[in-house]
């Protein structure tokens, strides 16, 4: 049963990626880069983080949209991925402490006291650790397969020791893409479909939740 939920909720995200047009977008300057951010619809505010690091927000457009019919949902883009641009990629400028930075100043550009937070994966540490810096403007933390308060579980994880040799090279491979600005959906796709397995025991509903019909046409 619990592999019939996983592959529903791949083939959830996948769809709810695909539909939608964003309401307003808009850029700010901050902590020396440009910071993109979309807003869908109006009432409670809930900020959605995405997972990565590394990856933009084009994935979760379509969940805030849904959202957007109820609430108001934001969407951005992580420093240096999507379209926040920063003039250099490095250890300096790619920072916790920097991405709340630049949480805290979309708060502020779209004047909202308090906010619920979302945060997936990845964002969801992000989302803890902004918690514990701003907890007043936090009204609710919603965690979504995410990772601990620290990295500490990764010491000791290794989650992509179940892969084979060919789909860590693959996942590898479409990783370094990605990294190197391919913000293409089959890009991300292709990054999906080789890591899934990582996650899923059964290889066959691992295979056909990594499927979609567009697949086909690559």
């Known amino acids: 049963m619990k592999y019939i939920f996983y592959s529903l909720l791949t083939g959830l995200f996948i769809f709810l990626s695909q539909i939608g047009v964003a309401q307003q977008s808009e850029f700010i300057e901050e902590n020396g880069g440009i910071i993109h951010f979309r807003v869908f619809g109006d009432g409670v505010p809930v900020l959605i983080i995405n997972g990565g690091p590394g990856m933009n927000s084009d994935g979760f457009s379509g969940l805030a949209e849904i959202l957007g ?58 989302a803890s650790y902004y918690t514990s810096k701003h907890p007043t403007r936090v009204s ?43 913000t293409t959906y089959f890009a991300s796709l292709q990054r999906g479909k080789y890591l899934a397995p990582a996650y899923l025991n059964d290889r066959v509903v691992c295979a056909k939740s990594c499927r979609t ?6």
């Open 140 to 182: 609710g933390l919603i965690l979504s397969s995410s990772g601990g308060l620290d990295m500490s579980l990764f010491s000791s994880l290794n989650i992509t020791g179940r892969l084979t040799s060919l789909q860590r090279d693959s996942l590898n491979y479409w990783t370094r893409k990605i990294q190197n600005g391919d």
């Open 213 to 218: 019909p567009d697949s086909r046409k690559f």
């Open 69 to 126: 019919k109820s609430y108001k949902a934001i969407i951005y883009d992580q420093r240096g991925t999507g379209k926040s641009e920063l003039s250099e990629i490095s250890s300096r400028n790619i920072t916790l402490d920097l991405m709340v930075k630049d949480i805290e100043a979309i708060r502020k550009e779209l004047n909202i006291k308090e906010w619920v937070v979302l945060g997936h994966s990845f964002g969801g540490i992000l």
